[in-house]
């Protein structure tokens, strides 16, 4: 390819004399001393402008990037943290390499846990450990939440420090569920507002004969209040 343009080399970075001395950046000089392009497919090449390294999906052949035949696809190695071109060299948190080379995710009952087999070493409070490493709950292990609607449990005290979403404290600092009719609620539980079809009566949700917007459809799973159908 001659890359001339008005009789100058479009690919030439500097002149002397009407004859060019460099190449601009990723152009080189042919045979000819005439600047040509190198591919764009090239990460690295040579004064010939063969490329020596591609880009990631590309590999050299002939002095020339084509598609990697035989292309990298991490999914397989989903947990693994670190890369090293296409060798997992770290894996995940709570991960392990198996016996394939291959991240592995433990037991999420295991505390501690060994690093080449995965087996779990010490389980988390209400889990017994067993001869082949696993960690498995147990009838005779009384460790375990005595509140069923609790979102974070202190095993060490045995109690709940924070309920799960629609759930409240009661009283006596046991998790209680919000109402299904409630939209939003206080600390209490008490509803603040209601879900369409239902009026709010000091923190309750209720039905009424006097509220329009209702399903005339009673077998309707999804219902378009606003447009009053069924979905």
Avoid at 51 to 77: E, K
Avoid at 94 to 102: K, L, S
Avoid at 142 to 168: F, R
Avoid at 179 to 205: E, I, K, W
Wanted: hydrophobic share 30%.
């Amino acid at each position: 390819m001659n890359n001339l343009l008005n009789g100058t080399q479009i690919g030439c970075k500097i002149w002397s004399n009407n004859v060019c001395t460099e190449c601009s950046v990723q152009w080189y000089f042919d045979s000819n001393k005439i600047c040509q392009p190198v591919s764009d497919l090239c990460h690295t090449w040579d004064n010939s402008g063969a490329c020596l390294t591609c880009y990631s999906g590309y590999v050299v052949s002939s002095g020339a990037c084509i598609v990697d035949p035989n292309a990298f696809v991490p999914d397989h190695n989903s947990l693994c943290k670190t890369w090293n071109g296409r060798v997992c060299v770290a894996c995940a948190d709570r991960a392990y390499f198996d016996a394939n080379g291959v991240c592995t995710a433990v037991s999420e009952q295991c505390a501690t846990w060994d690093n080449f087999s995965g087996h779990c070493l010490t389980c988390y409070n209400g889990y017994d450990l067993t001869k082949e490493g696993s960690c498995v709950f147990s009838s005779t292990n009384n460790a375990h939440p005595a509140d069923i609607g609790c979102k974070i449990w202190d095993w060490n005290n045995q109690v709940c420090l924070t309920c799960s979403s629609n759930w409240v404290f009661n009283s006596k600092g046991v998790c209680i569920p919000v109402s299904d009719m409630c939209r939003t609620h206080d600390a209490s539980g008490a509803c603040v507002s209601c879900y369409a079809g239902y009026d709010l009566n000091n923190g309750v949700c209720s039905y009424s004969s006097s509220n329009t917007a209702k399903p005339a459809d009673l077998g309707c799973k999804t219902w378009d209040w606003t447009n009053q159908k069924c979905l």
